[in-house]
Nanobody, 123 residues
Framework: VQLQACGGGLVQAGGFLRLSCAAS????????MGWFRQAPGKEREFVAA???????NYADSVKGRFSISRDSAKNTVYLQMNSLKFEDTAVYYC??????????????????WGQGTQVTVSS
């Protein structure tokens, strides 16, 4: 599976961005898709994930502000990010967990990763 993430950029605090992650090489319809982020000097952390059943899970820090969705026909997953904060600044990665277990939040559970897209929020 190849993943191509895009949509990052520079935005003022309070603004919004929409990230996209297009998959190729295999359908992702039956997999869990996740978004992670990594800020400079910090470990990669879970942001959100969506299972093929459309069950979702969010990190507490983004609940109520971010929304994950998928378009199986386009083999694409999205992350709508609203009310962005300075602390949301990071490189955002999409990833695939091909197992059928409930949504997992550990990065090691995800076998395939995109290249990352930079999100910078100015305060």
């Amino acid at each position: 599976v190849q993943l191509q993430a895009c949509g990052g950029g520079l935005v003022q605090a309070g603004g919004f961005l929409r990230l996209s992650c297009a998959a190729s090489g295999r359908t992702i319809s039956w997999h869990t898709m996740g978004w992670f982020r990594q800020a400079p000097g910090k470990e990669r952390e879970f942001v959100a994930a969506i299972k093929w059943t459309n069950t979702t899970n969010y990190a507490d820090s983004v609940k109520g502000r971010f929304s994950i969705s998928r378009d199986s026909a386009k083999n694409t997953v999205y992350l709508q990010m609203n009310s962005l904060k300075f602390e949301d600044t990071a490189v955002y990665y999409c990833a695939v967990d091909s197992s059928s277990v409930p949504i997992r939040t550990g990065a090691r559970s995800y076998a395939y990763w995109g290249q990352g897209t930079q999100v910078t929020v100015s305060s």
